[in-house]
């Protein structure tokens, strides 16, 4: 089983971080900032991917720290 990411979303006025295909939330902060650097930690941890989703709901950022399967060229 392929581990799942991690999502920044907004929830209402406040950010929560949520685990992929998860109705809950792992956590909820009071900021943007403060949730993207609680789902840093998490992905780093976990080695998957981090997706940061901007207040329309709509993924503006993803980072990887797992093993990428598209290496940049170069």
Do not use: C, F
């Amino acid at each position: 089983m392929a581990k799942q990411g991690q999502h920044v979303v907004p929830q209402g006025s406040s950010w929560s971080v949520k685990k992929a295909g998860s109705a809950k939330a792992s956590s909820t902060h009071a900021t943007q900032a403060a949730a993207i650097a609680a789902a840093t930690r998490i992905a780093k941890n976990q080695r998957t991917e981090l997706y940061i989703h901007g207040q329309d709901g709509r993924i503006r950022e993803r980072n990887s720290y797992g093993k990428d399967p598209h290496p940049p060229k170069g």
